[in-house]
């Protein structure tokens, strides 16, 4: 069974800063590349940021620099520290597996993250 839990979204000026939180259920995070995603009103989901099991990140050039993605194994737990924080980010944001070149089929309730003043 699918089980993702985003948390720590909210309403915050533009400049401003928020932590992602997302616990996974185990058969879901355990070895593999876990992911932020997000989704913006009237657009597709895209990928912000990956982490390998190892810990190795990638980003997308429109969070790069602003954003960090961290993971804690023993937790099954993914974050995204978004810093810098601009009205184009403002979306509902989703964690799940990178499972490139399919999209997860199952996903959480997501988080909604508001930029505005």
């Known amino acids: 069974q699918v089980q993702l839990v985003e948390s720590g979204g909210g309403l915050v000026q533009p400049g401003g800063s928020l932590r992602l939180s997302c616990v996974a259920s185990?058969?879901?995070?355990?070895?593999?590349?876990m992911g932020w995603y997000r989704q913006a009103p009237g657009k597709q989901r895209e990928l912000v940021s990956t982490?390998?099991?190892?810990?190795?990140?990638d980003y997308a050039d429109s969070v790069k620099g602003r954003f960090t993605i961290s993971r804690d194994n023993a937790k099954n737990a993914v974050y995204l520290q978004m810093n810098s924080l601009k009205s184009d980010d403002t979306a509902v944001y989703y964690c799940?597996?990178?499972?490139?070149?399919?999209?997860?089929?199952?996903w959480g309730q997501g988080t909604q993250v508001t930029v505005s003043s």
């Open positions: 982490i390998i099991s190892n810990g190795r990140t």
């Open positions: 799940n597996r990178y499972l490139p070149p399919d999209w997860p089929d199952s």
């Open positions: 185990g058969n879901i995070f355990k070895g593999n590349t």
